[in-house]
Nanobody, 115 residues
Framework: QVQLVESGGGLVQTGGSLRLSCAAS????????MGWYRQAPGKQREFVAT???????NYADSVKGRFTISRDNAKNTVALQMSSLKPEDTAVYYC?????????WGQGTQVTVSS
């Protein structure tokens, strides 16, 4: 069994910063892709950023230049450094990991940006 646990969400003012972390535990051999997604109230879950095992990153246009994804392969963790936050970044943020051919999601962590 594999579990993902996120941390680091909270309330921040516009222009502020937050750092999200996600740790995987369980029967892990190798993690292909790690990523972050978010879901705002009344909207569908959307892609935020991903990082491959080789370190290649990909970002949604809405967060490019403001968010940075990173991973620690030794610790099976992925982080999302968020800066210059905007009210439209308010959402539940979910960690996702693709381990071999299986897809795992965390429980989500709330990020609220006040104007």
């Amino acid at each position: 069994q594999v579990q993902l646990v996120e941390s680091g969400g909270g309330l921040v003012q516009t222009g502020g910063s937050l750092r999200l972390s996600c740790a995987a535990s369980g029967n892990i051999f190798s993690i292909n892709v790690m990523g972050w997604y978010r879901q705002a109230p009344g909207k569908q879950r959307e892609f935020v950023a991903t990082i491959t095992s080789g370190g290649t990153t990909n970002y949604a246009d809405s967060v490019k230049g403001r968010f940075t994804i990173s991973r620690d392969n030794a610790k099976n963790t992925v982080a999302l450094q968020m800066s210059s936050l905007k009210p439209e970044d308010t959402a539940v943020y979910y960690c996702r990991m693709i381990i071999r051919t299986s897809d795992y999601w965390g429980q989500g962590t709330q990020v609220t940006v006040s104007s």
